[in-house]
């Protein structure tokens, strides 16, 4: 016996299931992209004559 048992009922059962795990995944994508822009943004401060940006107001 196979997992499916070539059974439409349970073909569609978990063509379903795919289904809602592609969408739950295509609402993470915007999430991820944003954090790994916010985290390329956040490490490109080298310099360290640079305004302290974790600091409001500080000058150096």
Request: no cysteine.
């Amino acid at each position: 016996m196979s997992v499916m048992d070539n059974n439409p009922e349970k073909r569609s059962e978990w063509r379903a299931i795919f289904y809602v795990q592609v969408r739950v995944a295509i609402l993470f994508v915007p999430v991820v992209a944003s954090l790994l822009i916010i985290a390329a943004l956040a490490g490109n401060d080298h310099s360290s004559d640079a305004l302290d940006r974790t600091v409001t107001g500080s000058v150096k």
